[in-house]
């Protein structure tokens, strides 16, 4: 980065360069949903995201930090959602699902979501190519940077600290508590970043007060190298030295498709423990559809536990496959598979699952339903916030809502029950 050698000399470097730069001048970030808090809190979780090829798991993510905190937890913390893709129409469906979706957390002030207009980002052409790189991978992770500092910046005053993650993560459960119990016994040590999990920009804290000289740091050197990269170099600047990491890790990468490298991979965090949750409960139901079904495809198919699947000929927008339990029931897990195969055959491109609860009059569906998810790559695995209804669930529905005419293949729809 041609900076003078002389590690103590660094930040003075820096400093100096950050009062001749003037990329935040100009920025513009918006709020598109929520309110900020009124008091400052312990903690920002800040998140970053843009469409993906394979699908967004941003919902999956803000359903795991909400589901794995207690009510006196989330009275601690703010998230801090960042829309960074520029396409208008990806822009309203997120802001609508997560408006539908997370309604008691906007309200409380506990969800903030922004948006930054692309005006305010710096150029992404005749970009400096790294390592014989082509211009699609520098492009990307420098628009990642900038992505990232303009959530920093808005994040800066309102906590005492700041958590990255990002938007393809699951969270362990107690996470605030065992945070705050780390930040509390290094409150005397010095440290630039403590480090909740190995991989990536996952799981990094951050004093609040630093975010500003960061903020500055990725936007001088956004075409440089990714994020994660430049952390380490910004750890140099500040003089802490090795990498401060605590085990087990609170946060786990759920998403195998790399963006920035167009491929699947398999990035695992293999310091993080999950709690078991044992197998499907499956209870007693009849299960109802109005999709096109062949003479050999049998539904009780679709909600056995064995390894028989349902296939229906096609499935129209509007058509269902609904679940009615005989006995209304806590449930608090609902995962749903379609396809015959991991290369997208037969999936159920778009649709999502609903839950019911009251059934008055009513043999085979019920009067009300609320938005559990959305299908990403053809299935839906999701824990159901404890306070999303206060009632039992007497209906799950699968919805269509894109024509499908190929044909879909639903191998399982099951239930975790208390």
């Not at 409150?187 to 500055?216: C, M, Y």
């Not at 499908?404 to 099951?414: E, L, M």
Request: charged content about 20%; some cysteine.
């Amino acid at each position: 980065m041609q900076i003078n050698p002389g590690r103590t000399k660094h930040l003075e470097t820096f400093e100096l360069m950050q009062k001749n730069s003037e990329p935040l001048k100009k920025v513009n970030s918006r709020i598109v949903i929520g309110f900020p808090p009124v008091e400052k809190k312990l903690l920002t979780i800040g998140i970053a995201s843009v469409q993906h090829p394979q699908g967004s798991y941003l919902l999956t993510t803000l359903q795991s930090l909400f589901f794995a905190s207690s009510s006196s937890e989330r009275k601690h913390f703010i998230v801090l959602v960042h829309l960074a893709d520029p396409d208008p129409k990806w822009l309203s469906q997120m802001i609508s699902n997560i408006s539908t979706l997370f309604k008691p957390y906007i309200q409380a002030r506990q969800l903030v979501v922004i948006n930054t207009p692309l005006k305010s980002y710096l150029s992404l052409k005749d970009l400096k190519k790294n390592f014989n790189d082509i211009p699609a991978y520098v492009a990307f992770p420098s628009k990642q940077n900038m992505d990232y500092a303009f959530l920093m910046n808005f994040a800066t005053n309102h906590s005492d600290y700041f958590l990255m993650i990002e938007d393809d993560v699951k969270c362990a459960p107690g996470f605030v508590t065992q945070i705050a119990t780390t930040v509390s016994a290094w409150e005397n040590k010095h440290w630039v970043t403590l480090e909740f999990s190995q991989l990536g920009f996952i799981g990094k804290l951050f004093h609040a007060r630093d975010l500003p000289r960061f903020v500055h740091f990725l936007l001088l050197f956004h075409q440089e190298m990714p994020g994660d990269c430049l952390l380490s170099h910004f750890h140099d600047l500040l003089m802490q030295e090795p990498r401060i990491h605590f085990f087990p890790s609170l946060f786990q990468h759920i998403d195998n498709y790399s963006s920035f490298e167009g491929k699947f991979n398999s990035l695992e965090d293999k310091e993080f423990k999950e709690n078991d949750i044992g197998s499907p409960s499956n209870p007693a139901a009849s299960i109802y559809t109005n999709l096109n079904v062949p003479h050999d495809s049998v539904l009780i198919n679709a909600y056995s536990l064995d390894r028989n699947f349902f296939y229906a000929k096609s499935a129209e927008a509007g058509s269902h496959l609904t679940v009615v339990l005989d006995i209304p029931a806590e449930v608090f897990r609902v995962q749903v598979l379609t396809g015959s195969d991991l290369k997208g055959k037969n999936w159920l491109k778009e649709g999502h699952v609903e839950l019911g609860f009251d059934c008055t009059n009513r043999i085979n569906d019920c009067d009300d339903y609320i938005l559990l998810g959305l299908l990403v790559n053809g299935s839906l695995n999701k824990q159901v916030l404890s306070n999303e209804s206060g009632k039992k669930v007497k209906c799950v529905r699968l919805l269509v809502t894109a024509t499908s005419p190929s044909g879909i293949v639903v191998r399982h729809i099951n239930l975790w029950t208390k």
